[in-house]
């Protein structure tokens, strides 16, 4: 029988799984705005600032944007070693397979050169989470992890839950398992966020990171709830709301409006793709528009390569343009 992750799927995370989605067609078309560059580098900065902060490094964004600029700082050396190992994990984001254990280790292998002995190596011995003076958390044993981790993979693979969810229980389960030595956090997170791209590439430039590294105790709460629960339901739920709350912070904070037309071509991506194969009057009726209006922004969206019509007219519905070749 093939692996499954122990996982609750909540009402809660149902709902936000649609509210994310709808979010997402907005966020997309901020990100293409004539600012998205600049808005990329500074989210790609709270990214790593985000990530290695939570484990505990101290340099500014000021510090880490000098880094990124290739200017000299001064700083304790091991935390410029680590924000320049974020800035090329990074950069190596666009050409790693989320379903590849090989690239995983080859990323893990640059996020800790010079950080640790065994930088892109499974760990080969027992390892466990401390909380001050106390373990919270032992790892599987360190014969287990590359099983489980293949176990994983094949997982997250095959998986037909929608990718959002699948993003969060990865993410639960690695952090469970412990693969490294060192670097884990990092690594999920990265990773989490590396799964989330095959949604749309705009999420390598979402710092969810930032948005975990201030909220640190929900965070480690959520993995502590979900591992006394055997559950990671938990973690699912509070992994989603961030996603959520950082998309929201910055659709909010954007300068950029978005017209009344735009919010309605908006609404029609949305619902399509959360109702592949669906049809002009049932989009009507979700969105709270005329047929005849919806079908003129069809009509746009198809035209613009959005979305496609597939099928015979009278039984065929309309899909994403991008799901014709993708692993949702």
Request: proline share 4%; charged share 20%.
């Amino acid at each position: 029988m093939a692996y499954r992750p122990p996982f609750t799927v909540s009402p809660t995370a149902i709902s936000k799984v649609a509210e994310i989605s709808a979010l997402i067609e907005r966020y997309i078309i901020r990100m293409e705005q004539e600012d998205g560059l600049r808005l990329r580098k500074a989210n790609r900065i709270k990214t790593i600032l985000g990530s290695l902060a939570i484990e505990g490094n101290t340099l500014s964004e000021d510090q880490i944007t000098a880094i990124l600029d290739g200017k000299r700082i001064v700083a304790p050396i091991r935390e410029i070693q680590e924000v320049k190992n974020a800035i090329a994990t990074y950069d190596l984001y666009p050409s790693l397979n989320p379903y590849s254990i090989e690239d995983l280790l080859q990323a893990h292998g640059i996020m800790m050169t010079a950080l640790i002995d065994t930088p892109g190596q499974f760990r080969s011995s027992g390892v466990g989470v401390v909380a001050g003076t106390k373990v919270i958390h032992m790892a599987p044993p360190a014969e287990r992890v590359s099983g489980l981790m293949s176990s994983l993979f094949d997982w997250l693979k095959r998986a037909k839950d929608h990718l959002l969810i699948r993003s969060c229980v990865f993410h639960y389960e690695f952090e469970f398992i412990h693969p490294f030595a060192d670097g884990n956090g990092r690594m999920g997170r990265l990773w989490q966020s590396l799964i989330l791209g095959q949604l749309h590439p705009f999420f390598q430039y979402l710092p969810v990171e930032n948005m975990v590294y201030s909220n640190q105790d929900g965070y480690y709460q959520a993995i502590n709830i979900s591992t006394q629960k055997t559950d990671s339901g938990i973690f699912v739920d509070f992994m989603l709301e961030e996603i959520l709350r950082t998309l929201k912070q910055h659709l909010e904070t954007s300068d950029v409006g978005v017209n009344v037309g735009v919010n309605v071509g908006v609404k029609i991506l949305a619902y399509i793709r959360l109702h592949p194969g669906c049809r002009a009057n049932a989009i009507a009726d979700a969105v709270g528009t005329s047929t005849r209006t919806v079908e003129r922004y069809i009509r746009q969206l198809r035209e613009q390569g959005k979305i496609e019509f597939r099928g015979v007219p009278k039984t065929g519905g309309y899909y994403i343009y991008e799901d014709t070749n993708d692993q949702r």
